[in-house]
């Protein structure tokens, strides 16, 4: 295999700067700098013509180091109240991105709440079709019969505006292994997609874990007669050596993948976000390093870093966002040591590991989980959760959470509203115990409202 960058370097010289193992020792961090300039600056002019590139083995697709997730489109409040996508956001955000070198589009019948495969189509439709390579899934997750899922087929031809896909997955499989058959192995699936395949109407197939070691291993063991041409895995410095709950280490996976030569995508390589927005002295440690860069930066060139990895994707719901990680990969400046010192400090601080995907919503009795999730963690990383009410700073700690609690979720959308009913459960791909999660955070709002010794 011959992956190439955009600035001339192949696989073997992109070994030789990573050194043994991958590794780029603290010291040579400090000084990373490419044509002058900060690898990775948070300021500064957005270059047009310095993306770096990686090239599908399989097809010789040129493909961008950054991928555009479809997941998080900027939404606004539509005339009847309710949220719908900002189509002209969606427009200049991808009008910027193919600009500066963003060809990777990634989305679902599923995101956005069932939007963003319209949104996407009439964004990119406005482009020559060979100017961007467009993904989408197979995200038959509660009705796998055939001909749902056909139809489902169908309709992502019809919403994205395009006759075929460039990359096309089996969306988040992982779970258990009768799932996986029953969504595309016992109802025909898997085969007719291998057809749409040789039909050209998919180029490449695969498919995106979340779930189980053995699962993987099982999916990954078709590959003698599927050929899969690539995986999509989570992957960031935290869950390299560290991933907590029900996901498997980063480290596997890659390693698994990297020894059977399939091309790898990556996702949530900021963790759901939990990786720019780390507590205080963690973001003063990555600051040391590089003043110049976002604490965002690092995670993406971690997973940059990997020399298999053909796009990294991530959902840029803001402009500041693409522009940023533009910078961090105009070029890529490779790195990965310094980060695993920074992922064992990160696992000190018990964060609830919800990356915003939103598969919980709606919630039938009108919970904003992810809301309610992400202000939990926002609190934990700035030291506003406290352990015991005998704290030294529990008083400062308590209002924070408190009225951010109020702000950032409204009193009807609480974790006190929880039945326990389940049903968001089995669409979790990080497998949280939803339910547990909100219990324990009602019981933990109600002790700081009531001031009571915990």
């Given amino acids: 295999m011959q992956i190439k960058k955009d600035n001339g370097i192949d696989r073997r010289e ?3 700067r990573l050194g043994a193992g991958t590794i780029v020792t603290t010291t040579a961090l400090a000084g ?18 310095k993306m770096t590139y990686r090239i599908n083995q399989n097809t010789d697709d040129k493909v961008s180091i950054l991928g555009y997730g479809c997941m998080r489109w900027p939404t606004r409040k539509g005339a009847d109240g309710r949220d719908e996508i900002d189509q002209e956001t969606v427009n200049e955000l991808v009008d910027y991105a193919l600009a500066h070198g963003v060809n990777y589009f990634d989305t679902s019948p599923v995101y956005v709440q069932g939007k963003s495969e319209t949104a996407t189509g009439i964004a990119l439709s406005r ?28 309709r992502s031809l019809r919403e994205l505006k395009t006759d075929y896909f460039d990359y096309y997955l089996l969306h988040s ?25 040789k039909a050209g109407r998919i180029r490449n197939l695969g498919w995106s874990f979340h779930g189980d070691a053995h699962v993987f291993d099982h999916i990954l063991a078709l590959h003698d007669t599927v050929h899969w041409d690539f995986c999509q895995i989570q992957m960031n410095y935290s869950d390299w050596r560290n991933a907590r709950g029900n996901n498997v280490d980063a480290e596997y996976l890659y390693q698994e993948l990297d020894k059977r030569e399939i091309p ?3 996702m949530e390589p900021l963790l759901g976000g939990r990786l720019s927005n780390v507590p205080d002295h963690i973001a003063a440690r990555l600051k040391q390093q590089n003043p110049d860069s976002s604490v965002a930066s690092w995670a993406f060139r971690f997973s940059g870093s ?49 990356n915003d995907c939103k598969y919980c919503m709606p919630c039938p009795y009108g919970l904003d989980i992810p809301a309610i999730l992400l202000h939990y963690n926002k609190c ?10 005998q704290d030294e700073n529990y008083r400062k700690a308590r209002r924070a959470f408190l009225v951010g609690y109020d702000r950032s979720v409204p009193k009807l959308r609480q974790a006190s509203h929880c039945v326990g009913c389940k049903q968001c459960n089995p669409h979790c791909p990080q497998r949280i115990d939803i339910p547990r999660e909100m219990r324990r955070i009602d019981k933990y709002v109600e002790d700081l409202k009531q001031e009571r010794e915990f």
Wanted: proline content about 5%; aromatic content about 10%.
């Fill in 14 to 16: 992109f070994l030789k």
């Fill in 32 to 49: 990373c700098k490419s044509d002058g300039a900060a690898a990775g600056s948070a300021a500064g002019e957005v270059p047009t013509d």
């Fill in 127 to 154: 482009h020559p079709r060979d100017s961007y390579f467009l993904a989408t899934k197979m995200s038959n997750f509660s009705n796998w019969s055939r001909e749902n899922s056909i139809a489902m087929y169908e």
């Fill in 173 to 197: 499989v992982g779970g258990s292994i009768e799932d996986f058959n029953r969504r595309y192995i016992d109802n025909g699936m898997l085969d007719f997609m291998i057809e749409e395949r």
């Fill in 264 to 266: 790898i995508i990556i």
């Fill in 306 to 354: 990997m020399p298999r990895v053909l796009t990294i994707l991530s959902g840029m719901t803001y402009m500041e966002h693409l522009q940023d990680n533009i910078r961090t990969y105009s070029p890529l400046v490779p790195l990965t040591r310094f980060l695993y010192d920074t992922a064992e400090l990160m696992l000190q601080y018990p964060t609830i590991p919800c």
């Fill in 380 to 389: 934990v990383n700035e030291g506003n959760v406290s352990s015991s009410s």
